[in-house]
């Protein structure tokens, strides 16, 4: 399931992300890269230990924490907390996989990558090219989107990033594990979640039948979750 997530952060919070990021300092964004990936990445990356990092990071995950999409497509248990790159002018990452098993920095603590996010922070007008495309069961699909809106896929899935023919490309990305680690149950659950939603508009929350949605959602996480 890839689902596009409008407006994750204000205008006035991507500001403050770029005003931030413009002032950091930059490495090769091979450090997070596994053995095979890090001949496909070409890209650049803040440091993920750096105090502006974790700054930011706290930021997005806030934000994260306000936004029922993110959380009815995700299911979230457990988040990565975000990082941040930028891929200037010839930079690109080849078709690759995300790694299966990620360590928590500093915790020894390691969590099962179910769910990858991409949060852009710069405007389409900004750069050319830089598209993210993402590979499943569903086809190919090509990503551009507006600073603040973000895109929730599968990592599972076979993605890469078209070469920035113009300007610079900067994002914030990470990775959920889910309580739900099946992607099919967790696309049943979230149009299961969207077609209560849209009951609600109609329908008093009292009405047996929004009841009856709502108990057997609840129940089926109940049946497939994994905590």
């Given amino acids: 399931m890839l689902v ?9 919070e991507v500001a403050y992300c770029r005003e ?15 053995e095979q990936s890090a001949k496909a990445k070409f890209n650049l990356q803040v440091p993920e230990q750096s105090p502006q990092s974790r700054e930011l990071s706290e930021l997005v995950l806030k934000a ?11 299911l979230p248990l ?3 907390p975000p990082l941040f790159n930028r891929y200037d002018e010839g930079m690109r990452f080849h078709a690759h996989v995300d790694n299966s098993i990620r360590a928590l920095p500093g915790t020894g603590f390691r969590i099962r990558t179910d769910v990858s996010s991409t949060l852009f922070l710069s405007d389409c007008d900004e750069y050319d090219g830089g598209e993210l495309v993402i590979q499943d069961t ?3 699909q090509s990503i551009r989107l507006p600073a603040g ?8 899935s076979l993605h890469s990033v078209n070469p920035v023919t113009r300007g610079s490309r900067w994002a914030s990305f990470f990775w959920t594990q889910s309580a739900v680690k099946d992607d099919g149950q967790r696309t049943l659950l979230y149009n299961f979640d969207m077609s209560i939603i849209e009951a609600r508009k109609t329908l008093p929350d009292d009405h047996p039948a929004v009841l009856g949605l709502t ?10 979750a994994e905590l």
């Fill in 4 to 12: 596009c997530i409008a407006e994750v952060l204000t205008p006035d």
């Fill in 20 to 34: 931030v990021l413009e002032a950091t300092e930059w490495v090769d964004g091979k450090v997070t890269a596994g």
């Fill in 64 to 74: 994260l924490g306000r936004n029922q999409t993110f959380a009815s497509a995700a």
């Fill in 78 to 80: 457990r988040v990565y």
């Fill in 138 to 140: 569903y086809g190919t």
């Fill in 149 to 156: 809106h973000m895109v929730v896929y599968p990592s599972s």
């Fill in 215 to 224: 108990a057997t959602y609840h129940n089926l996480i109940r049946q497939w």
